[in-house]
């Protein structure tokens, strides 16, 4: 593995405009659970709690089982050696974009200036009838569903299962990654579309494409150029570290 993370840290010293696409894997030593795999919110909460019809139908039921869940953990977590990581890459002018599937808001926490939240986020919600944003920290659950002064319902700015990814959202995406010489996958199983997609259109167009995972993905072998097996935060940290000593060098 200090194999790889020697290759790694050479390749992002060597690049000029490298992107980074996350899942929710970066976020677990954060103590937030990612979706798929073993312990994953999939396991407990059935996915149809995601999908917009169902909130549609029943938003109280939808707020209760998972939102008011994701947001108690969300609120609690603070981002890890991944997510300081991927700030201190951008501060070194190698990392442009954080281009993320989470709504945690961690990376700009951290410090990335520049993030797509290609899933939206749980930082802003805002009402079904007048549209009204609200921040998170301000919003009141102890009634549930939580409204708005007009009596609309709130839900969260995140992208649900059936709902589109917001356009600029996407455009941008897909440009930084046809652009990118390389491309940082961190902590996604990669079988969303279409965020899934954005290493491949990076491939396609002669981006190096590393991975850090805990384990195997459907791209590792096919269009990532290597995989380095682990916990993205211990990984990216010596990572970064070594990117700074060969900067230091130079
Ligand atoms: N370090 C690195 N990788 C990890 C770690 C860790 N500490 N823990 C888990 N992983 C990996 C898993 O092996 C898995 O490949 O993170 C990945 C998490 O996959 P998912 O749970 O499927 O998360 P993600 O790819 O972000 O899901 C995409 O699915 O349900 C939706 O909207 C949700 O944005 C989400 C989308």
């Known amino acids: ?61 939808v707020w209760q089982v998972l939102i008011k869940e994701m947001k108690h953990i969300i609120d609690q977590a603070k981002p890890n050696d991944g997510h300081i990581g991927l700030a201190r890459l951008e501060k070194m002018g190698i990392l442009r974009t954080v281009i993320t599937q989470n709504v945690d808001g961690l ?36 009634v549930i569903p939580p409204k708005c002064d007009c009596g609309g319902i709130y839900r969260p700015e995140c992208v649900f299962f059936g709902e589109m990814i917001p356009h600029h959202h996407l455009l941008r995406s897909k440009q930084l990654s046809a652009q990118c010489d390389l491309m940082l996958v961190v902590g996604t199983s990669a079988v969303v579309q279409p965020a899934a997609y954005m290493p491949v259109i990076a491939k396609q ?41 060969l900067n230091e060098l130079r």
């Open 205 to 245: 167009n002669g981006a190096k494409i590393i991975e850090i995972n805990m384990e195997k993905t459907q791209l590792t072998g096919n269009i990532s150029d290597y995989l380095i097996q682990g916990k993205a935060g211990e990984i990216i940290n010596k990572i970064v570290a070594e990117v700074e000593r």
């Open 107 to 142: 990376h700009q926490s951290a410090g990335n200036q520049d993030v797509i939240e290609f899933h939206g986020n749980f930082a802003w919600h805002y009402c079904l009838i007048c549209n009204k944003r609200i921040e998170n920290s301000r919003i009141d659950l102890s």
């Open 1 to 61: 593995m200090d194999d790889l993370i020697q290759r790694a840290a050479k390749d992002l010293a060597d690049s000029k405009k490298a992107v980074a696409l996350t899942g929710a894997g970066i976020s677990v030593e954060s103590g937030i659970p990612p979706f798929r795999g073993k312990g994953g919110v999939w396991e407990k909460i059935d996915p149809e709690m995601a999908d917009i019809d169902m909130f549609m139908r029943d938003p109280a039921k």
